[in-house]
């Protein structure tokens, strides 16, 4: 997962970010996917944390809060409907960790674009996705 958040990043984010991404390029490289799910999960409470915080009467920002309220909505029902209010978390399937680090990625361009990019403040989710190497996904 961190490796599809960076090479999103890579893709859309302007010179300046990117040289950012290529300062933490050696401690990206040493990471392997071992908490890939925990990254995942990071990444989409990052998104709507930081989603929270925008206008929502924005027609930008409505979208994205409609699509993160969708989120939660679906995710409470389904760790409802298969392990209860306490239960063990759920497993869910790549292709979903990969729209929730896609996500992540889409806001921070948001964010960056709208309110200038020292506001989007990505580098530390991505300082906190390569911290998570070594721990359970």
């Not at 958040?5 to 010179?15: D, G, H, L, S």
């Not at 915080?53 to 409470?76: C, I, Q």
Request: net charge negative; aromatic share 8%; proline share 6%.
């Amino acid at each position: 997962m961190l490796r599809i958040f960076v090479r999103n990043a890579e893709r859309r984010f302007p010179p300046a970010e990117q040289a950012e991404l290529s300062r933490r390029a050696p401690a990206i490289a040493a990471t392997t996917s071992s908490a890939d799910g925990r990254r995942a999960r990071r990444c989409a409470r990052w998104a709507m944390e930081v989603a929270a915080g925008t206008d929502p009467s924005h027609p930008g920002w409505a979208r994205v809060h409609e699509l993160h309220r969708e989120w939660r909505d679906l995710w409470f029902g389904f760790r409802m409907g298969t392990s209860g209010p306490r239960g063990p978390e759920p497993v869910v399937g790549e292709d979903v960790h990969v729209q929730w680090v896609e996500e992540a990625v889409d806001v921070a361009c948001r964010l960056g674009e709208e309110s200038g990019w020292q506001h989007a403040h990505w580098e530390a989710l991505l300082d906190e996705l390569i911290a998570m190497e070594g721990t359970d996904g």
